[in-house]
């Protein structure tokens, strides 16, 4: 198949998770977080395997080891989005719901924009690492549309403005893959640093957004699952390697 077409489909994939914001309105709360945690847990040892055993290797071979630097800027620009998202969620005066609403799409609209980047950009390294990394997305992005929808409900959104605008934004990571698709090739050599900024992103988002969740838990039994998902997320990633 056409590696525009693969592409095409996975941001499209990725952009329709907006939609299980939805399943807040019919499970119950509790339901849910406990089923949820499993996958953020899995998804977290998706992100952690994506950026090390697929993004950080492929970029080493495109451009050298030095390239591995550049994932210092994909942990500064998410540390920076969600920096100034809750700055301005907590602390300016008059800073309600409704406009923690507002940054949140803008925030969400920007990180989907890179995921959509993200998976352009693996895609045109290779199949495997463009599977890989359309995996890591959509394992982390059900939570976070699930976040995002329950941040715009909150905000005062009524339930179909909410679930329209998380899908506008989520199709950001069409735009993002479609500008990437074009524009990256007139840049060459600039494929590997984009590759190691990912894996920045990557272990941005699963050490600072997914693992935290993970030590809300408490109890044997539950944390003893929690680090199977986890191992199992690497493992399922570390699998793909053996897929051509
Ligand atoms: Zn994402
Ligand atoms: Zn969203």
Known sequence: MD?????????????????VGAMTLVLRKKQMENALIFLVSFS???????AFIHLFPEAIEE?????????????????????FLFWQHCHK???????FAYMNLVGDGIHNFIDGMVIAASYLASTQLGVASTIAIVLHEIPQEIGDFAVLIKGGFATSKALLVNFLTALMAVVGALVTFFVLPSFEG?????????????????GTDLVPE???????????????????????????????
């Open 190 to 206: 600039q494929l590997a640093p984009l590759l190691a900024f990912a894996a920045g992103g990557f272990i941005y988002i699963a």
């Open 3 to 19: 590696t525009s077409l693969v592409i095409l489909i996975s941001v499209l994939v990725v952009s329709l998770i907006s939609f």
């Open 44 to 50: 977290a040892g998706s992100c952690f395997g994506g």
């Open 63 to 83: 451009g050298g080891a030095e390239v591995v630097g550049f994932a210092i800027i994909g942990i500064l620009v998410f540390f920076v989005m969600e920096k």
């Open 93 to 99: 005066p008059g800073c309600h719901e409704h406009t």
């Open 214 to 244: 993970l030590h809300k838990e408490v109890g044997t039994k539950k944390s003893v699952g929690i680090f199977i998902s986890l191992v199992l997320g690497v493992i399922l990633i570390w699998l793909l390697r053996f897929v051509e």
